[in-house]
């Protein structure tokens, strides 16, 4: 039986849609929905969101790592990658381009719609509150054939202990910055290796036995650290700070003992990480590459 959240945000979306003129096509359509979007009441937004709450919920349930809808690619379903595998779910009600077009853009607040509209994706964190507790997600929304799509990834609450990282006593002292206060320390491999997820690691055991001031910038920013030992400060890119290499700059007027870069995407912020790492500093990054080696 389908979730009466999802019924009532499919039945507003069919009211919303009748006032969308036929002959409007890409960024002008998008920006026409945002338009839109601008001069619904509260009320309106919340229950649309709910409808994409009502999915998130059933990602956990589902034990679902990733959730995809929208754009052409999709065939009007909602897909889920369980165990690994990326499937659609028939059960669930098909959504329209249009449909999916007005919930993603819902999604977003109007200034994170302009950096869409500018280049054409925008990377953003999601956080959905529970009984049990929070449960943050990463997400992407993107154009397909001028069509809205996105991707939500969900982060787990939980950090692997540093310990089943298996690492040589030599390497893990060199990570601690109990035992080394500089140098640049790269996390790199696939997409989907784990880099992020064994950063955390490294960044919880250092928060945990050391005394010190971590900046974590990232986009978005995954998981939060509590500070304990250490005070943990996060920046997400585009919305705490324009970008890594801005971001990285930054840190280095705040004081930090460990500076941690979430991507080396571009040559601009690989010259300021390796600036920062020469000035005397701790720095974590991860990088794309095809292997670990």
């Known amino acids: 039986m389908l979730d009466q959240r999802l019924q009532n945000a499919k039945l507003l979306l069919t ?26 009441p509260d009320e309106v937004h919340h229950q649309l969101r709910t409808g994409i709450d009502c999915l998130l919920l059933m990602m956990e349930s589902k034990e679902a790592s990733d959730m995809d809808l929208g754009g052409a690619g999709s065939n009007g379903w909602v897909w889920f990658r369980v165990h690994g595998n990326k499937q659609p779910d028939p059960e669930l009600v098909s959504f329209t381009a249009l449909e999916t077009n007005i919930l993603l853009l819902n999604f977003l607040m109007p200034v994170q719609r302009e950096e869409l509209w500018k280049h054409r994706h925008i990377d953003f964190s999601y956080q959905l509150l529970q009984a049990a507790g929070q449960q943050r997600f990463r997400a992407t929304i993107y154009l397909e054939m001028n069509q809205l799509a996105m991707n939500l990834r969900r982060i787990s609450p939980n950090i692997r202990p540093f310990q089943s990282l298996g690492l040589h006593r030599n390497v893990a002292m060199l990570l601690s910055m109990e035992y080394e206060t500089r140098g640049l320390i790269l996390i790199t491999g696939i997409t989907g290796s784990g880099k992020s997820s064994t950063l955390d690691t490294i960044i919880d055991a250092n928060n945990r036995h050391s005394q010190g001031h971590i900046v974590i ?33 930054e840190a280095l007027r705040q004081d930090p003992d460990i500076i941690v870069i979430g991507e080396m995407r571009d040559s601009d912020t690989i010259s300021t990480v390796l600036e920062a790492a020469d000035s005397g500093h701790k720095v974590f990054a991860t990088l794309h590459t095809s292997s670990a080696v």
């Open 217 to 249: 910038i990232s986009d978005p920013i995954e998981y939060i650290h509590s500070s304990q030992k250490c005070m943990v400060r996060h920046r997400e890119v585009g919305r705490d700070v324009r970008s890594f290499k801005d971001g990285t700059t």
């Open 15 to 40: 009211k919303l849609i009748a006032q969308v003129p036929t002959s409007l096509e890409g960024i002008e359509l998008q920006q026409f929905l945002g338009q839109m979007l601008n001069r619904l």
